[in-house]
């Protein structure tokens, strides 16, 4: 619970924290949090923002309550189960898995890279850093687009499937990697009216006839010039 998480010590072979009030980790020991396995946050905790406390997770992170970040890195190497307010900062957040949320996922300035896959059930929503997914994307709850670039750079197959009412609309995305990116479901896909589609060379998207192009009174969606060995399958509403 409340009180500072020591980033002195070498490594923790697993670390919940858990209590009343807010923990602080770094505070006054700045310096890096190592957590050899799984770090689990099931009461509210904020990483110290000066000087940057940079964190590592050998194993998974589960977050049942209110975290915040700071502005140093935090790389996960095995997967984030999100079921708490977790909002991000300027530091830069690396999962070697995937992101499951079914709380409120809140980015910031700094970019997310993930090397599996994103689940949303709940609420996602962007800041001006960039997203980077490799595995699939889906979403049954609400997604907000940010300033930044959404990439799928998935060197396989990646199936981008949305399932809501409100549908994942997005402002920049570059397709990427090499492999086929198929839209799916029952909801919708769309490119904002200040947005660019960028095709990178040797990839295949399939709209499965849900991707729209918006427009409006002072804009519409672009698409980048498509690479000679890259193509756009399927309908695009416009």
Known sequence: GGGNIDT?????DNLTIQGAGTATIGGATLGALKVAGDLTT?????????????????GNWINNSSVSTGSGSTAITGNINNAGPLTLSSGILEVGGSISNSSTL???AGNITIDGSLSNSS?????????????NYTN???????????YFNGASAQALTD???????????????????????????AVSSIGVLTMEAGNTLQTGNILTLNSSSTGSATVGAIPSNSVITGLVNV
């Open 8 to 12: 002195s010590k070498a490594s923790y």
């Open 42 to 58: 099931a009461s509210p905790a904020t990483f110290d923002t000066p000087g940057g406390t940079n964190t590592s997770v050998g």
């Open 106 to 108: 809140t980015a910031g």
């Open 123 to 135: 609420a996602v929503t962007l800041g001006s850093g960039n997203l980077t997914i490799g595995g």
């Open 140 to 150: 049954t709850g609400t997604f907000t687009a940010g300033s930044g670039t959404v």
């Open 163 to 189: 399932n809501s009412a409100a549908g994942t609309t997005l402002n920049n995305v570059d397709f990427s990697g090499g492999g086929t990116k198929t839209l799916t479901g029952t909801g919708s896909f």
